[in-house]
Nanobody, 115 residues
């Protein structure tokens, strides 16, 4: 059974930092691409960052110079380091992967950035 479990959300002031974690079970983690999405209140879910099995990364433009996605194979965990957070980063952040022809989501973790 594929499970994704996020953690690390919370509240931070503008300019601060948070690190989100996503632990994956039930997948071959070394070959699995993992995505971080976010959904702000009243807005569509958007793709924030992606990391492939061999570590290649992509970012949406609004976070490219502030966020870093990484992975730790031994812990089967993907991280999203959020630096210089802004109020418009406030959202529920979701971990996502596509495996065996199906799409899987974590339960989400709330991030709130206050000005």
């Amino acid at each position: 059974q594929v499970l994704l479990a996020e953690s690390g959300g919370g509240s931070v002031q503008a300019g601060g930092s948070l690190r989100l974690s996503c632990k994956a079970t039930g997948v071959n983690f070394r070959i699995t691409t993992v995505n971080w999405y976010r959904q702000a209140l009243g807005k569509q879910r958007e793709l924030v960052a992606t990391i492939t099995g061999d570590g290649a990364t992509t970012y949406t433009d609004s976070v490219a110079d502030r966020f870093t996605i990484s992975r730790e194979y031994a812990r089967r965990t993907t991280y999203l380091q959020m630096n210089n957070a802004r109020p418009d980063d406030s959202a529920v952040y979701y971990c996502n992967t596509r495996y065996g022809g199906r799409e899987y989501w974590g339960q989400g973790t709330q991030v709130t950035v206050s000005s």
